[in-house]
């Protein structure tokens, strides 16, 4: 394949939007799907690709087939339903699994696909929507080292720094430990940051100092705006995908016996989050659950005992 090859991409959410947007740029874009026709039309109409109402239809057009969904059902469903892409791959086809989704997941798409003489990378990325947009992700690919290079076109379009992991697989692997260490973070950050505003500190002045300090990974910095003002940017991930993360963090654990325990707490947090009403909202609103929680915790009469 060469920079001329052409390429379809299926799921048109927070960050596949930018991310096709991209590919258009690069001259690379044929076309899009997005199982809510509506957004595939109206991006087709803005880019001047063609919008496809089936996977299946789109993968017939295409040499590489990129998808970006919201988990293993979502994937699946694009992948393997009645008019999905396994139905109309050909032989030397490649599919760009990009999504958050589980090991097994992958490694059975790969299987299917490699029946019919295609190839599937797994390739999910890490970064924000702004890094979307930029083109600036980080991408964790696993599968063969042949099949990306003729995919490094579209690769380069998307991500600032490719890493070859390892075989089909690994980069599902790597996402999810990337991942296991952003919630974390976002829970210390969360609780750190809340604690400054209880015990007097200005919330900007507290998130500064964060900024500036060691704790100042990339995501301290591109979820500073929803930290200092909840709810006023746009969500990059919510808490309902985020715990779904860590489910899966936590089932890839058990099959490699590897204990957890952060991880487990990290879904915990998560899961009352949910529970209070903030499923929608960005993970960065468990620093707003712990402060409904501290305000009551306050309001709570000191026990003579």
Do not use: W
Request: net charge negative.
């Amino acid at each position: 394949m060469s920079a001329n090859l052409r390429v379809g991409l299926a799921g048109l959410g927070r960050m596949g939007r930018p991310m096709a947007a991209n590919l258009a740029a690069a001259g690379l874009l044929a076309g899009v799907y997005n199982r809510t026709a509506g957004r595939a039309d109206g991006f087709a109409a803005e880019y001047g690709v063609d919008p496809f109402s089936t996977a299946a239809a789109l993968a017939d057009a295409v040499d590489v087939f990129v998808t970006m969904l919201a988990d293993d059902a979502a994937s699946a469903d694009v992948y393997l339903g009645e008019t999905g892409f396994v139905e109309a791959t050909t032989p030397s086809s490649v599919a760009l699994e990009m999504s958050t989704v589980s090991v097994p997941h992958v490694k059975d798409l790969a299987g299917r696909l490699a029946l019919a003489g295609s190839r599937l990378l797994d390739a999910p990325v890490s970064g924000s929507i702004a890094m979307a947009t930029d083109g600036t992700l980080t991408l964790m690919v696993g599968g063969d080292a042949e099949t990306l290079e003729r995919v490094r076109p579209v690769l380069d379009a998307l991500g600032a720094r490719v890493f070859h992991v390892g075989p089909v697989g690994t980069g599902a692997v790597m996402k999810l430990a990337v991942n296991t260490v952003v919630y974390g973070l976002n829970g210390a950050l969360s609780e750190g940051l809340v604690l400054a505003e209880r015990a007097g500190i200005e919330r900007d002045r507290a998130y500064e100092v964060f900024a500036s300090s060691a704790v100042a990974a990339p995501f301290v910095h591109y979820r500073r705006a929803l930290f200092e003002r909840p709810g006023e940017g746009p969500v990059g991930i919510t808490m309902t995908l985020a715990a779904k993360d860590l489910e899966l963090i936590l089932e890839l654990a058990e099959v490699a016996a590897h204990a957890m325990p952060q991880a487990e707490l990290n879904l915990d947090v998560l899961r009352r989050a949910i529970a209070d009403g903030f499923g929608e909202d960005d993970v960065t609103a468990v620093a707003q659950m712990l402060r409904r929680a501290s305000e009551v915790t306050a309001d709570v009469p000191a026990s003579d005992g």
